[in-house]
């Protein structure tokens, strides 16, 4: 009779150890994040990404799990974009002008020469009319949770060195395929070919391209001194860069758990940027030891007067309320 006891005990003593396994098991949530970039210590996406997954983890004891999915495993940021839309695609770390060619108001951050420094685009991103605009991201079935910051996006080229505006005539630059790279290129005379991220390379070594715009971080990085002769610090676009997840996946999270992603992000960001301030000088130093030669007398005034009447043109497409509020805020 005590064996048939302790046999019962030990049965149902089992079965509770399995049932809360089962649902220690359950309470863990594994998502995924994608990028296409490289994920290596000195990408800008990868920093986001990572420090992203780090935070949340960390905050939630564990609870939360996102993978970290670089160098486009995810797919595109077309597909990724489109994957989140449909709840296929967990998350993502997107490049703000490839957004705004789904999200109008987005490109008000795509604007060329808009903005002074690092800082005030911070300041700008982080305060009220930033968060309007990631709230317009919720309109098309995604939720934006912070920018980070991929940095000001300077002009690679292979031969042809850029100080003023006329030195962009008739040259065929890489762009994203957002209406207001396009436009902003077709205003200061040069060839915009839009090409997609994993083209790029190949399209600038076998000369389908003269040169491309990206960050300092994403140019050293993915190797572009070995590549390319020139890099003009033009500064010509700002690249803002935004966690974005699936508003299905997010909506699956409770109030506490969606706080959490958003102050996650929102840190991650701040550890992106702090990362350029901090490293973009020493990048180039070491672009320019290995045979780069670094452009940094452009003309910026030049530009700024050629450009002026792009903002009032570009309004009409990014939302007039939107564009004189930013004019407001950067004086």
Known sequence: MKLMKLLFLLFFSMIFLIACKENKEEEIKKIQ????????????????????????????????????????????????????????????????????????????????????????????????????????????????????????????????????????????????????YIATYAALGTNAVPMAWSETITGLQQGTIDGLDIPISVIYANGFSDIAKDLNLTGHFYSPLIICMSKKVFDSFDENDKKILIESAKEAGQICRDFNKNSESKMLEEMKAQGMEIIDDVDIQAFQNILKDFYSKRAENIGKDYVEKLMKEIK
Do not use: W
């Open 33 to 180: 994040i994608g990028f296409t970039t490289a994920a290596i210590d000195s990408d800008p996406y990868y920093i986001f990404a990572k420090n992203f997954s780090e935070i949340v983890d960390k905050k939630t004891n564990g609870r939360i799990k996102i993978e970290v999915k670089g160098g486009g495993q995810l797919g595109q940021e077309g597909e990724m974009f489109t994957g989140m839309q449909i709840g296929t695609t967990d998350m993502a770390v997107m490049t703000n002008a490839y957004v705004s060619g789904y999200i109008p108001a987005a490109g008000l951050f795509d604007l060329p020469f808009i903005f002074k420094n690092n800082e005030e685009a911070a300041r700008i991103l982080n305060g009220q009319l930033g968060t309007e605009v990631l709230n317009e991201y919720e309109k098309f079935g995604i939720k934006a949770l912070a920018y980070g910051e991929g940095g000001f996006r300077h002009l690679v080229t292979l031969k042809n060195q850029v100080r003023k505006p006329e030195d962009f005539k008739g040259l065929k630059i890489r762009c994203m395929e957002t209406e207001s």
